[in-house]
T-cell receptor, first 113, second 113 residues
Framework: GESVGLHLPTLSVQEGDNSIINCAYS??????FIWYKQESGKGPQFIID?????DKRQGQRVTVLLNKTVKHLSLQIAATQPGDSAVYFC????????????FGSGTKLNVKP | NAGVTQTPKFRVLKTGQSMTLLCAQD?????MYWYRQDPGMGLRLIHY???????AKGEVPDGYNVSRLKKQNFLLGLESAAPSQTSVYFC????????????FGAGTRLSVL
């Protein structure tokens, strides 16, 4: 079946370093992906999205890379800050049904001062 | 803007009891969703609604019912709670059209004893 998942359950980085969080998917028909950030005790918060006609998209301190050949996407956070500590997960729709998204289990990012 | 508001924030039930979780959004969004989040797993879709008066099943609908009598509200009901329904429940909404970003509430933590 279709799936969207993340490679590592936890990632620890030093404050000021760059963070790279990875995600793999299995559905070749996926046209769209979203990255969410979830802080402890809160709901997921949108970070950035990307469509399959792009291989890179940049936001404020974040970049998402999409490699359709190996069905992999990554979220890069530049100059990681303590406020970036959270669980990050990717999500993709079931084919072209944007009412059914598959969510990865998440990578917990720990930022060390 | 309040965004997506969920009530209650916490609840403890005994097996067999019933309850209703309320989700309210003030963004005039057409689509609304109910998810559950369990440790080590991604968000899983329970039910969703594409408009007032309509509902549809998601990935894990058994044991839950929903209603969307008003556009701004989406109710999730548990008729006879079971320990397996202990989870954190999130409501989300999004607008129709090309933007596929779902906006989430802060969640309801439910324990069934």
């Amino acid at each position: 079946g279709e799936s969207v998942g993340l490679h590592l359950p936890t990632l620890s980085v030093q404050e000021g370093d760059n963070s790279i969080i990875n995600c793999a998917y299995s559905n070749s028909a996926s046209d769209y992906f979203i990255w969410y950030k979830q802080e402890s005790g809160k709901g997921p918060q949108f970070i950035i999205d990307i469509r399959s006609n792009m291989d890179k998209r940049q936001g404020q301190r974040v970049t998402v890379l999409l490699n359709k050949t190996v069905k992999h996407l990554s979220l890069q956070i530049a100059a990681t800050q303590p406020g970036d500590s959270a669980v990050y997960f990717c999500a993709g729709p079931e084919g072209y049904n944007f009412n059914k998204f598959y969510f990865g289990s998440g990578t917990k990012l720990n930022v060390k001062p | 803007n309040a965004g997506v508001t969920q009530t209650p924030k916490f609840r403890v039930l005994k097996t067999g009891q019933s309850m209703t979780l309320l989700c309210a959004q003030d963004m005039n969004h057409e689509y609304m969703y109910w998810y559950r989040q369990d440790p080590g797993m991604g968000l899983r879709l329970i039910h969703y609604s594409v408009g007032e008066g309509t509902t549809a099943k998601g990935e894990v609908p058994d044991g839950y019912n929903v209603s969307r009598l008003k556009k701004q509200n989406f109710l999730l009901g548990l008729e006879s709670a079971a320990p397996s329904q202990t989870s954190v429940y999130f409501c989300a909404s999004r607008t129709a059209g090309r933007e596929n970003i779902q906006y989430f509430g802060a969640g309801t933590r439910l324990s069934v004893l």
